[in-house]
C-alpha cells in the first residue's frame, strides 16, 4: 500500500477523497498526453532552437500537429510520426488537405 500527501484549498464540503483522487489523475493525464508526448516524441527539451520566437513558434507547430493527428484517430504519436516519414502526401490527405 502507497500513501501520497497532496496540499488542497477544497474544503471537504466540495470533495471527498473520491473526487480529490479524480481530480489528481485528470491532472497526470494532462501530463501524460501533453507534456510527455512533447518531451519525448518531439524531444522538445533537447531542441536548441533558442532565440527570438522561434521557440514559441515550433512549440506551437508540435502542438497543432499532435492535434491534428489525435484528431485522425491516432493515439500513439510515435507511430504515426514513423507512419508518415517521408509520405508527405499521406500526411496531407490525412488532414484533409491532400486527396489521394
Known amino acids: 500500500m502507497e500513501i501520497e500527501y497532496a496540499i488542497t484549498s477544497v474544503p471537504r464540503s466540495r470533495a471527498n477523497a473520491t473526487q480529490l483522487l479524480k481530480w489528481w489523475r485528470e491532472h497526470w493525464g494532462i501530463e501524460n498526453r501533453s507534456h510527455y508526448v512533447r ?3 518531439w524531444r522538445e527539451d533537447a531542441c536548441r532552437i533558442r532565440t527570438d520566437h522561434a521557440p ?8 497543432a500537429l499532435t492535434s491534428c493527428l489525435r484528431l485522425t484517430g491516432h493515439t500513439n504519436i510515435a507511430s504515426a510520426l514513423r ?6 502526401q499521406r500526411m496531407l490527405a490525412m488532414l484533409g488537405i491532400f486527396k489521394k
Not at 514559441?56 to 502542438?63: I, V, Y
Open 56 to 63: 514559441q513558434n515550433f512549440a506551437a507547430l508540435r502542438n
Open 39 to 41: 518531451d519525448v516524441t
Open 83 to 88: 507512419a508518415c516519414t517521408w509520405q508527405t
